[in-house]
């Protein structure tokens, strides 16, 4: 499965992350530098087993985690109408 952003999604690169704007509603969400970097991921074409595993490289210890984390942000962009699968 590919993800994607819908096309009246708009993402803007900021100091700290990014910033997804959902133009047909109006309303935003940021996501810090690690939010950030599992949506570049994810929209380069990654699964989110990927990002969690290049996510927790330096520590893989904690791979469990963030794999739990990308699925948690997965689901929430996917359920705030952010991200599609394609």
């Known amino acids: 499965m590919t993800l994607a952003l819908p096309r009246e999604v708009i993402l ?3 100091e700290s992350g990014v910033v997804l704007l959902n133009e047909k509603d109006g309303r ?7 939010g950030a970097t599992v949506l570049r991921l ?6 989110p087993q990927e ?3 290049r996510l927790s490289a ?19 962009l996917r359920g705030a109408g952010l991200l599609v699968a394609r």
Do not use: I, K
């Not at 935003?28 to 690690?34: H, V």
């Open 12 to 14: 803007t690169e900021t």
């Open 28 to 34: 935003f969400w940021r996501l810090n530098g690690s």
């Open 42 to 47: 994810l929209l380069d074409g990654s699964t």
């Open 51 to 53: 990002a969690a595993e």
């Open 58 to 76: 330096a520590s893989p210890q904690f791979l469990g985690r963030a794999t739990a984390d990308v699925h948690g942000l997965v689901d929430a």
